[in-house]
């Protein structure tokens, strides 16, 4: 069992940058790939960034690529999402997922965290 609990988010204006961090509590942090997903209103959820379990593998939508990086501190049990050039469109509610694989799918999420929201004003 692993439980998530996403901090970090906040209002920021465009062009700003956040920091997301994603705690994990549990054994076996370090078994899991985290993934994160972002679900703005009206819209449906969809795959942000993920990093492999020992941290040496990361992947990102085409959307934030060059503007995130994802990141994990596994001696701590924490994820990051650092979000630099943030847009307008980068506003939703964020979330962490534990996974046994990277995967932009977000049915082969095994644990969420509740979500932090991020709005960005233009």
């Known amino acids: 069992q692993v439980q998530l609990v996403e901090s970090g988010g906040g209002l920021v204006q465009a062009g700003d940058s956040l920091r997301l961090s994603c705690a994990a509590s549990?054994?076996?942090?370090?078994?899991?790939?985290i993934n994160w997903f972002r679900q703005a209103p009206g819209k449906d959820r969809e795959f942000v960034a993920a990093?492999?379990?020992?941290?040496?593998?990361?992947y990102y939508a085409d959307s934030v690529k060059g503007r995130f990086i994802i990141s994990r501190d596994n001696a701590n049990n924490t994820a990051y999402l650092q979000m630099n050039s943030l847009k307008p469109e980068d506003t939703a509610v964020y979330y962490c997922a534990a996974a046994p694989v990277i995967s932009a799918s977000d049915y082969v999420m095994s644990y969420w965290g509740k979500g932090t929201l991020v709005t960005v004003s233009s």
């Open positions: 990093v492999s379990r020992s941290g040496g593998s990361t």
């Open positions: 549990g054994r076996s942090f370090s078994t899991y790939a």
